[in-house]
């Protein structure tokens, strides 16, 4: 399992920076003494990432995805990420509409884990460190180890949301994979509207459930 090749796909420094920028000012500054929640929050996740991936073949997709659904509803600000990846698109769709994204864009963030998760070879995780909170954000650094050594770093960025530190993005080498979905969304909807992001996670979706898609 290449998680580097999995998780990042280019190198979109610039658009990043620039994202995190917006980030930071979008979400106003909040405080907690409840310190340690977001490391907590962090090694909840990675317990069941690594329960996933310990049991995936005795899972199979559908067991992982059922696995790790309520880990990830309740680690992320889901509702909070689909809005900033459509950026100023948002203001365009109708109530119904935000309903079917919402959706769809849920059912392909858990969709991704199950599917790229698949696989155990004596990996661990490792928090590394946790930073903040500035602008009201914290930031989390935990490891991917695998057996021969590499690490890979996962720089994930919580605030509080409903009472809750959630993840509100993740950085991998750099790369913001809010930066990247919100670039690439907009992107397909400026070629090919709504109904053409809708059908593209829909594709994703299917093509994680069988299979055919990391």
């Known amino acids: 399992m290449s998680l580097t090749s999995k998780m990042t796909f280019g190198n979109l420094a610039v658009v990043c920076a620039g994202f995190v920028l917006v980030l930071s000012l979008v979400l106003s500054p909040l405080r907690s003494n409840a310190e340690q929640a977001p490391q907590e929050s962090i090694k909840t996740f990675n317990a069941a990432l690594l329960e996933a991936m310990k049991k995936a073949d005795e899972l199979g997709y559908k067991g992982r995805y059922s696995l790790l659904a309520p880990v990830i509803d309740n680690s992320f600000a889901l509702p909070?990420?689909?809005?900033?990846?459509?950026?100023?698109?948002?203001?365009?769709?109708?109530?119904?509409?935000?309903?079917?994204?919402?959706?769809?864009?849920?059912?392909?963030?858990?969709?991704?884990?199950?599917?790229?998760?698949?696989?155990?070879?004596?990996?661990?995780?490792?928090?590394?460190?946790?930073s903040g909170p500035e602008r009201g954000i914290v930031t989390v650094v935990s490891d991917l180890i695998k057996t021969d050594g590499e690490k890979v770093e996962f720089h994930y960025l919580l605030r509080q949301v409903a009472g809750k530190w959630r993840v509100v993005d993740i950085q991998i080498s750099g790369v913001s994979q809010l930066a990247l979905?919100?670039?690439?969304?907009?992107?397909?909807?400026?070629?090919?509207?709504?109904?053409?992001?809708?059908?593209?996670l829909k594709e994703k979706i299917r093509g994680f459930s069988q299979g055919k898609e990391k």
């Open 181 to 200: 979905t919100r670039s690439q969304f907009t992107s397909v909807i400026n070629d090919a509207g709504f109904a053409g992001l809708m059908s593209m």
């Open 80 to 130: 909070l990420m689909a809005d900033l990846a459509l950026g100023r698109y948002r203001k365009t769709l109708t109530e119904e509409q935000h309903r079917t994204y919402l959706k769809n864009y849920i059912e392909w963030t858990v969709a991704t884990y199950a599917a790229r998760f698949d696989g155990y070879s004596g990996e661990q995780f490792k928090i590394v460190s946790q």
